[in-house]
């Protein structure tokens, strides 16, 4: 996929950038007689909460703003089916 704008380093211009998506996972424990007896993570796929980047060069991190998700970076291309 093409990137929509420039996708760079805002300290040093370098374009080889790592970028994550941080999402909310809840850990549940089930508790019987006050001990911990069971429990699981949830992953709740949507519950998108920023979208960061860092530069794979000089290691400066930050934050896309008005990015909601990795997608909103990047245009679709027409006949590639992902």
Known sequence: M???????CPKCDCRYIVI???VITFLSYIIKDNKIIGGQVEHCHGDIIK????????KHRWTF???IQINCLFEEEKGIDY
């Open 65 to 67: 703003r008005k990015v």
């Open 51 to 58: 979208v960061k980047g860092e530069c794979v060069d000089c």
């Open 2 to 8: 093409k990137a929509k704008r420039e996708i760079k």
């Open 20 to 22: 994550k998506e941080y």
